[in-house]
């Protein structure tokens, strides 16, 4: 028989309470990283893409006899981690 009422937790609930939300919150930090993932991918393909057109303008734009074997070479500035390479 209880005399008195039961206030707060016990420490089995504290720690389910705590299981439950490690899992919640791990399963919002996956699917936050993804979608982080998948927002910045279209820009770096948009920005390959245009960057390799670029260099396609400028070596179409050579006479063929000047054309010779080329990097692999860096773009200077904000897209150095952008590289690319002619083979003829």
Known sequence: MKTRQQKGFTLIELI?????ISIAVGTMVSVFADVVYSSVLPEIINTSAALAEQELERVSGMRFSSIANEGPTNYPGAFSSYSYQITV
Do not use: M, R
């Open 16 to 20: 389910i309470g705590l299981v439950v």
